[in-house]
């Protein structure tokens, strides 16, 4: 009985469970903006990340070459046993243990095993080095500046990303409306066929056309819905989220206007703002530093040492305390040729890094040309197909009622249909090149940013 009860216990508390769960309402997708995918791009892409890691790593670099201006300190502690001769001979001034006894000759030869506790602490700065130390302070800094420039070339392609990915979806979604439109266009035709067959106003192949009509329709449907689910999976990812994360955008592929200025203007801005073209800049600077370091190669370097140490038998004990300090010149006077096969190879770099930097503003410029070009276009492919797209809706209207008429057959009303639903998708598809391209222009001139108007205006 017991049992029983416990029994129908547990099946309940299962049942109000799954009642529970079915009640409860599905999470909501989160509904986002341009600028917010934006916003959740530069804080969870991993390209934004690693390039945030990466120049605070270079940016160390720094502290490290600056730290060659201070001393060197190192502190040993270390232990040694041993009969040789000259090892225990030593090891006893070192100790300050020697005594008369150990001048003996079987003592001398015939030492016992001694032990070394050697506690040392030894220090070196350098006073002089031709200037060494400064110039990998500064090459550390232009390591920095360019990573830093890396990372701003990195965040605007990041957001070049988002706004195709959102793009993408956006038109993705209103080539869905338009294959509805379509499918619905079609099922009227196979509709009106029917009818006109069973009155004796048609002939089957009539309503064979427009069921083939249909069928083209449902599957153009079906590809489009499947090319949403693939472009809202590439937006998440673009913004640095799970694929299948549930999101929603803005619907609507709306027109836009954006001033585009003057090809020149836009060519000297992309010259003074983009970031991958200031970074070969540093590039040649980088190439100058590494030779005049190259040049120092010949000069002598001074530098400052001491140590001080403490020798004991046992590690309890004390014994010996010894110090050194001294002054060193260094100064090359043969290398075989390497210091000048150095500042030979780093006057080439240093060419190359001319020729490159020079290389990349031709390449700068011409991208944005194309952008520019690409842009004018898409405004005037807007402005034909917002023309045609009307067109093809007033065709449509009037073969529809020819039809109707009976003074069209169902081939014109089909070819029409089709060329209706061309146009739109023409239409649909020159809005989208025009935003894309306005985005292009802007991350071509390096001005493309969170709050700029590729981003903005939607």
């Known amino acids: 009985m017991v049992r029983t009860n416990l029994t129908r216990t547990f099946v309940a508390i299962i049942c109000s469970s799954l009642l529970a769960s079915a009640r409860s309402p599905a999470p909501t997708p989160q509904n986002v903006t341009l600028q917010e995918a934006v916003r959740v791009a530069l804080e969870k892409n991993p390209a934004v990340q690693a390039a945030v890691a990466y120049s605070q790593a270079v940016h160390e670099g720094i502290a490290e070459a600056k730290a060659a201006r201070l001393p060197r300190v190192d502190f040993s502690e270390g232990f ?15 100790e300050r243990q020697f005594t008369p006894s150990d001048f003996g000759l079987n003592f001398l030869n015939t030492p016992p095993p001694l032990d070394i506790f050697r506690t040392q602490v030894t220090a070196a700065l350098s006073l002089y080095d031709a200037g060494q130390t400064g110039r990998r302070i500064k090459d550390a800094k232009l390591s920095a500046q360019g990573a830093g420039e890396n990372g701003k070339r990195t965040t605007q392609e990041v957001i070049f990303s988002v706004v195709k990915a959102y ?34 106003q048609a002939v089957p192949s009539d309503l064979l056309s427009a069921k083939v009509q249909l069928a083209q329709a449902q599957q153009d449907l079906l590809q489009a819905n499947n090319a949403v689910d693939l472009a809202h999976a590439a937006l998440n990812v673009a913004m640095g989220l799970p694929e299948d994360t549930a999101t929603t955008i803005e619907p609507g592929l709306k027109e836009s206007s ?46 400052v040492f001491s140590s001080w140490e403490e020798d004991n038998q046992t590690f309890a004990t004390r014994g010996g305390n010894n110090w050194a300090a001294g002054v060193s010149v260094n100064f090359n006077i043969f290398d075989g040729g390497a210091n000048r096969a150095r500042l030979a190879a780093a006057r080439y770099r240093q060419s190359q890094a001319q020729a490159q930097a020079a290389q990349m503003a031709a390449a700068v410029k011409l991208q944005v040309r194309e952008a520019y070009l690409n842009l004018t276009t898409a405004q005037q492919r807007v402005e034909v197909s917002r ?34 639903t061309s146009a739109q998708k023409n239409y649909l598809n020159a809005l989208f090149d025009y935003r894309l391209s306005y ?13 700029s108007p590729a981003v903005r205006e939607q």
């Open 80 to 94: 040694t046993r041993g009969n040789n001769p000259v090892y225990v001979f030593g090891g006893l001034l070192t």
């Open 439 to 451: 985005a292009a222009l802007e991350l071509a001139t390096g001005e493309l940013a969170p709050d």
């Open 258 to 303: 954006y001033d585009a200025g003057t090809l020149s203007e836009r060519q000297q801005l992309a010259l003074k703002n983009r970031p991958d073209l200031r970074e070969a800049g540093l590039g040649v600077e980088h190439s100058a530093n590494a030779q005049r370091m190259a040049r120092a190669e010949f000069l002598p370097k001074v530098n």
């Open 387 to 420: 023309q045609s797209q009307s067109q093809a809706e007033e065709s449509l209207r009037i073969t529809q009622n020819r039809y109707e008429a009976g003074l069209a057959t169902i081939t014109d009303l089909l070819q029409v249909e089709t060329a209706h």
């Open 167 to 200: 793009t993408d979806e956006l038109l993705a979604r209103e080539n869905v409306r338009v294959a509805e439109a379509a499918v619905k266009s079609a099922k009227s035709d196979v509709e009106r066929a029917q009818a006109r067959q069973e009155e004796g």
